[in-house]
């Protein structure tokens, strides 16, 4: 047992100087301007932290071990001659390692002469009848358990939630990658993804009538819910048609439900269920799409929903597709955060969502 606590008392010790040493490195840095790799400082800081963190996990088990084993000693009320000598050892390497003065070293060296003691005499016992009271028995301290915690599940919907993940490497949110909304060309305007809908009536195929029909008993059209593309296609219950329309989701509900109260149940919102893709090879790093860019604050939410799932790496970057529609890049820290992230997608019906819509997410291959 000692030999363990010196061995983790000395690695804690060299972790500190350590520690120590990168802080005036980054002091000197600071004060000298210079230019150097923050990043990687801030990773070797973060590493040598942890490391020091288990070292005095170890001291603390150990600890936690003689409380057990000190509490047993106290309910027999005999403190051996082992159990003491290696307590006052731990004390001295303890103490030793502590900077004292001239005055207290040659004190605390006077405290170490050994002195022998001649043990008194023990008298006679006499054996006399008296009651002996019941002394309550000293119930001996728990040994000290680390206990798993289980993560929460996860969550689906685009609610702020903030969790601790389980790879710590040091990323802190820094509101980068969301030029595409607050650049100068954009100027802090609505981004829409268009959204697709189910259309039960087709028109006998004929595009054009079909639009007019929208617009006429659902005022589509406009710069508010623009119906981009019609195509056709056909389901269990015959000819169908798909309507890609941009604009805000609750601007298309709205439209949506003008039609349908005179018309019946003919359009809804198409979610196409998402497969596991055995050609798309695993990475740490994953494209989603289907969502809409409706206020500064997407971004931090956006990054809230996929810290859920592990450390990133570095700020999640947006950006504009050759379809008009948005996307993201999340790094993730490690490959098995991604892999998590990617088959709630695939395993759940309702998949992951954010701003009312469902995302697509997938392997990078940029």
């Known amino acids: ?44 800081y973060a590493g040598l932290s942890a490391e020091l963190k288990k070292e005095d996990d170890k001291i603390l088990a150990i600890l936690g071990e003689l409380d057990y084993k000190y509490a047993d ?31 207290e070293f040659i004190q605390r060296s006077a405290s170490r ?31 000290p358990t680390t206990t798993m915690i289980r993560p929460k599940k996860r969550p689906t919907s685009d609610k702020k939630v903030v969790v601790s993940v389980k790879y710590n490497t040091g990323y802190k949110y820094g509101g980068k990658g969301f030029d ?11 981004i829409y993804t268009a959204t697709t809908l189910y259309c039960r009536e087709t ?9 007019q029909y929208l617009v006429n008993h659902g005022n589509f059209g406009g710069k508010s819910s623009t119906i981009e593309s019609i195509s056709f296609g056909n389901s269990w219950n015959g000819p169908v048609a798909y309507v890609r329309v941009r604009g805000a989701l609750k601007t298309i509900k709205n439209k949506m439900k003008q039609l349908n109260k005179k018309k019946g149940a003919v359009l809804s919102i198409y979610e196409r269920r998402q497969y596991q893709n055995n050609q798309s090879k695993e990475n740490n790093v994953l ?9 500064k604050t997407v971004h931090r939410r956006f990054t809230n929903l996929f ?22 890049i999340v790094h993730f820290a490690h ?22 819509k469902k995302l697509s997410v997938k392997y990078s291959t940029m």
Not at 17 to 42: F, P, T
């Open 287 to 295: 494209f989603v799409n289907n969502f809409d860019i409706t206020d």
């Open 180 to 190: 595409v909304f607050t650049g100068f060309k954009n100027q802090s305007k609505p």
């Open 1 to 44: 047992m000692m030999t363990d606590f010196e061995s983790a008392h000395n690695n804690a010790t060299k972790l500190e100087q350590a520690m120590n040493r990168e802080r005036v490195n980054m002091m000197n840095g600071l004060k000298n301007r210079s230019e150097c790799d923050w990043y990687a400082i801030k990773i070797k």
């Open 203 to 211: 028109k006998n195929r004929d595009e054009k009538l079909l639009k």
């Open 73 to 103: 000693i106290t309910e027999n009320s005999n403190v051996s001659v082992s159990s003491a000598s290696e307590e006052q050892e731990m004390n001295s390497l303890y103490n030793e390692s502590i900077p004292i003065s001239e005055d």
């Open 335 to 356: 490959l098995d955060a991604a892999r998590e992230c990617y088959n709630t997608t695939v395993d759940s019906a309702d998949g992951i969502r954010f701003g009312g």
């Open 307 to 328: 810290l859920t799932y592990g450390q990133l790496v570095k700020d999640i970057r947006m950006g504009i597709d050759s379809n008009a529609d948005p996307f993201a």
């Open 113 to 143: 002469i050994s002195v022998k003691v001649e043990p008194e005499p023990t008298p006679e016992p006499q054996v006399t009848s008296v009651p002996v009271p019941v002394l309550p028995k000293v119930q001996p301290k728990k040994r």
